[in-house]
């Protein structure tokens, strides 16, 4: 089945700065990748989300680019706020029906 | 707007006993998946089902079973319950299709003492 790496697992950024999260994945059937926030004590949200037919995808101060031919994936976060401090979830689903998510990457962002 | 609910936010048990958790949502969703979510293990899958009376095992089947009754009801069951059971746990569903994301519920905290 498939496997999704996650890294970091955590991450501290000075307010203002940007954050990067790197995700890999194993199976090339894989082709839609989302990404869920999910806040203390909440439950995970969608925040954005990339199609295998896009390299790119872009949502105000949040990104996320796709290598297919690498298989990794990554969530780009510019000009961060307190706000953004939460744990960030990675996922890749193929055709079938299950998602396959990341550990998870706990970031933290210091006023 | 989507709802995705659980029958209970926080849930103690004694080990042995066993454990009902509900998950309805209200968007006439085909897929339902049942997680369970550990500090630096991420969200684990136990089971999803695809339709109705339909059911396939996740990562971490063992010690846990299921009922999909009717398209919007999916119920966990924990047949005799163990302290390592002690975790979040996580309802989602979505419709069927690619591309389709996953809504989540708020989740049960589960204590097993």
């Known amino acids: 089945g498939e496997n999704v790496e996650q890294h970091p697992s955590t991450l501290s950024v000075q307010e203002g700065d940007s954050a990067v999260i790197k995700c890999t994945y194993s199976d090339s059937a894989s082709n839609y990748f989302p990404w869920y926030k999910q806040e203390l004590g909440k439950r995970p949200q969608l925040i954005i989300d990339?199609?295998?037919?896009?390299g790119e995808k872009k949502d105000q101060r949040i990104a996320v680019t796709l290598n297919k031919t690498a298989k990794h994936f990554s969530l780009h976060i510019t000009e961060t706020q307190p706000e953004d401090s939460a744990v960030y979830f990675c996922?890749?689903?193929?055709?079938?029906?299950?998602?396959?998510f990341g550990t998870g990457t706990s970031l933290t962002v210091i006023p | 707007d989507v709802k995705v609910t659980q029958s209970s936010r926080y849930l103690v048990k004694r080990t042995g006993e066993k454990v009902f958790l509900e998950c309805v949502q209200d968007m006439d969703h085909e897929n339902m998946f049942w997680y369970r979510q550990d500090p630096g293990l991420g969200l684990r899958l136990i089971y999803f089902s695809y339709d109705v009376k339909m059911k396939e095992k996740g990562d971490i089947p063992e010690g846990y079973s299921v009922s999909r009754e009717k398209k919007e009801r999916f119920s966990l069951i924990l047949e005799s319950a163990s302290t390592n059971q002690t975790s979040m746990y996580l309802c989602?569903?979505?419709?069927?299709?690619?591309?389709?994301?996953?809504?989540f519920g708020p989740g049960t905290r589960l204590t097993v003492t």
């Open positions: 996922a890749a689903s193929s055709a079938g029906n299950q998602f396959y």
């Open positions: 989602a569903s979505r419709k069927s299709g690619t591309g389709v994301e996953q809504y």
């Open positions: 990339i199609r295998s037919n896009v």
